[in-house]
């Protein structure tokens, strides 16, 4: 128990041990030898990991570990790094589950059902939206996500959209200025005097709060000039693009994406092969981030990830939680989705739900196990990464660590019951 204490603690070492199979996504650290062929650099098997403060500080045999303070046996277990969810909208108030079950009934999903969601966000409280996204972020590290995305687009006003990102930004690094979700109401006849809005005096009030400018690129909300001058808006303030692309249509948000250098284009599910050669081509610049949640919800149909990691492009897996076309914060849940229904292999899809969403957010030091990263693990109920995918549904998290510290594990998982301190040097 003095090791549960100290685990929770801050500032110590800890040597998590016999760990069944290893996801460093370091392909140097791979078991077998190394190399691109193995992008998940597994180590299979008696391996080792050492926590020193919030950085993880060795990898390797559990043989040579370091001595540490703490000692945590894993019983076999997987760990990998923390899910990196690098695409979510949970700046939001009010509920749309009779939306989702009239389109159950054979009503499709369109751009407009938003307008539910800015309504009763307007009307929400500070305390309730912050309330309401500290909700989420726990419901999702729970399930092993450890970094969270998420962006504004339910407020729609200057004062709503500032006040969203400001309460985001005290819970994530990784926030995302959408004012450009769709044309608010009050616009309903001048999108122009929107764009101009959310190109002027909202992207003033907004810019200090976030890090990044997305823009909802599709029929029903804005088309490619008008995202272009989003984009290029919120550039000029120091934001960098990441855009909404493709996902109820064909259309020039991927092209739009990766002429701007943006280091996502989100959904991607209606391409055309010149949109999937510059997805691959623009590889090291811009991620092709798949949201399965979405498709899975609005009963659509899902993208090819097959095709563009065919082709070379880099993919990343994301929930795209958002009350009204993809109500997950589960990353287990879209690793399992994309293994069964768009063609990714359970290696791939826990790559791009891990390292490829740490690209999607342009972040060496996380979505990687290796000397120097940052200490974000995930602990499975599971001997290998793979089920994830093998077991979907089932809450398989037994452990998850940021920065370092022990936030969550399951108490009937028999873990950290029986640990002995290490021995001292
Ligand atoms: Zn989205």
Not at 28 to 42: E, K, V
Not at 170 to 176: F, I, L, P, Q
Not at 255 to 283: I, P, W
Not at 380 to 389: C, G, I, T, Y
Request: with cysteine.
């Amino acid at each position: 128990m003095t090791t549960t204490a100290k685990a929770t603690g801050k500032a110590t070492s800890t040597v998590i041990t016999n760990i069944g199979s290893l996801v460093t996504n370091d392909p140097s650290l791979s078991a077998t030898g190394g190399g691109s062929r193995d992008p998940l650099g597994l180590i299979p098997g008696a391996a080792a990991v050492v926590i020193d403060g919030d950085r993880v500080a060795w990898v390797g045999d559990a043989r040579k570990a370091p001595a540490t303070d703490n000692r945590l046996d894993a019983g076999g277990r997987a760990l990998l790094p923390g899910f990196v969810d690098s695409h979510s909208h949970l700046l939001f108030a009010g509920d749309r589950g009779a939306e989702f079950a009239a389109r159950m009934s054979g009503r499709p999903y369109t751009a407009g059902g938003i307008r539910t969601t800015v309504a009763a966000t307007r009307a929400a409280t500070d305390a309730d939206i912050a309330a309401t996204l500290t909700r989420f972020l726990g419901e999702a590290l729970r399930q092993g996500t450890t970094t969270q995305e998420t962006k504004s687009g339910y407020g729609l006003t200057v004062h709503d959209e500032a006040r969203a990102l400001e309460i985001a930004a005290r819970h994530t690094d990784e926030v995302t200025y959408l004012g450009a979700h769709v044309v608010a109401p009050e616009f309903a006849g001048d999108p122009a005097g929107y764009v101009a809005l959310v190109t002027g005096a909202m992207l003033d009030a907004c810019a200090p709060h976030a890090r990044w400018v997305d823009v909802f690129c599709e029929r029903g909300a804005f088309d490619g000039d008008q995202a272009r001058a989003v984009l290029t808006a919120g550039m000029s303030r120091g934001l960098t693009p990441r855009v909404h692309a493709n996902q109820l249509g064909h259309g020039p948000g991927v092209q739009l994406a990766v002429e701007l250098g943006a280091a996502s284009a989100d959904h991607c599910t209606h391409l055309t092969d010149a949109d999937v050669d510059a997805l691959a081509s623009a590889a090291d610049t811009t991620v092709a981030t798949l949201l399965p949640g979405a498709e899975f919800s609005t009963r659509a149909r899902y993208p090819d990830a097959r095709r563009l990691l065919d082709a070379g492009a880099a993919v990343a897996l994301s929930t795209d939680c958002n009350p009204g076309s993809s109500f997950t914060t589960s990353m287990p849940f879209c690793v399992a989705v994309a293994v069964r229904d768009m063609g990714m292999t359970p290696d791939e899809a826990v790559h791009a739900a891990t390292h490829g969403g740490a690209r999607a957010l342009r972040r060496q030091d996380i979505g990687r196990i290796a000397p120097g990263a940052r200490a974000d693990l995930l602990l499975l109920d599971a001997p290998s990464h793979v089920h994830l995918a093998y077991r979907p549904g089932v809450p398989l998290a037994a452990a998850v660590w940021k920065d370092g510290v022990l936030r969550e594990w399951r108490r009937d998982s028999g873990l950290l019951l029986d640990q002995q301190p290490a021995a001292q040097p």
